[in-house]
């Protein structure tokens, strides 16, 4: 600090130039960063690009959630909580936007389907594939976590019930 002084442009342009390799780990996840690197590879860097990414999210949050719901209420829930998911007020908000929040409750989504599949059936490949979106939501944004302490609650209620039936 005390050579910025002497040189204070200086020592801006070495901060700034810096800051994003101190931000990604810290404070942006990098999934959704690298998901839309591919895109703009793909069609090009522009902002319906970076929307077009935030759609396909969108999309893969309804098809898992018409997928979840079917499995567990039925075609008619599953087309009404599909529905019910992106016509949210916040969701309708959150598509329009390069945001985080539409791609990381698409990732929970996606986890949360392939737990329900490994909960009831208890196949071992669906166990990696929750593990596997489960980390991309988080790496998406980190309040996501808040999914795993409700498997694992959800884990201990069906034993619990299941002892007892």
């Given at each position: 600090?005390?050579?910025?002084?002497?040189?204070p442009?200086?020592?801006?342009?070495?901060y700034?130039?810096?800051?994003p390799?101190?931000?990604i780990?810290l404070y942006?996840?990098?999934?959704f960063?690298?998901?839309e690197?591919l895109f703009?590879?793909v069609?090009?860097?522009s902002?319906?690009t970076a929307?077009?990414t935030v759609?396909?999210?969108?999309?893969?949050g309804v098809?898992m959630t018409?997928?979840?719901?079917?499995q567990i209420?039925?075609r008619?829930?599953?087309?009404?909580a599909?529905?019910?998911?992106?016509?949210i007020?916040?969701?309708?908000?959150?598509?329009?936007?390069t945001?985080?929040?539409l791609?990381?409750?698409?990732?929970?989504?996606?986890?949360t389907?392939?737990f329900?599949?490994?909960?009831?059936?208890g196949?071992?490949?669906?166990a990696?594939?929750?593990g596997l979106f489960?980390?991309?939501?988080v790496?998406?944004k980190q309040p996501?976590?808040?999914?795993?302490?409700?498997?694992?609650l959800?884990l201990?209620?069906?034993?619990?019930f299941?002892?007892w039936?």
């Amino acid at each position: 600090l005390p050579g910025s002084l002497a040189h204070p442009v200086e020592y801006a342009l070495r901060y700034y130039a810096q800051y994003p390799a101190m931000g990604i780990p810290l404070y942006y996840p990098p999934f959704f960063a690298t998901v839309e690197a591919l895109f703009f590879a793909v069609f090009g860097i522009s902002v319906s690009t970076a929307r077009l990414t935030v759609l396909a999210f969108g999309l893969l949050g309804v098809l898992m959630t018409y997928r979840l719901m079917r499995q567990i209420a039925g075609r008619p829930a599953g087309v009404l909580a599909a529905a019910g998911f992106i016509s949210i007020p916040s969701m309708v908000f959150w598509s329009r936007q390069t945001m985080l929040e539409l791609p990381t409750a698409a990732m929970a989504m996606t986890a949360t389907y392939f737990f329900y599949q490994y909960a009831e059936r208890g196949r071992r490949k669906h166990a990696i594939w929750t593990g596997l979106f489960t980390a991309a939501a988080v790496m998406t944004k980190q309040p996501a976590l808040f999914i795993v302490p409700a498997f694992f609650l959800y884990l201990l209620m069906r034993r619990k019930f299941t002892d007892w039936a």
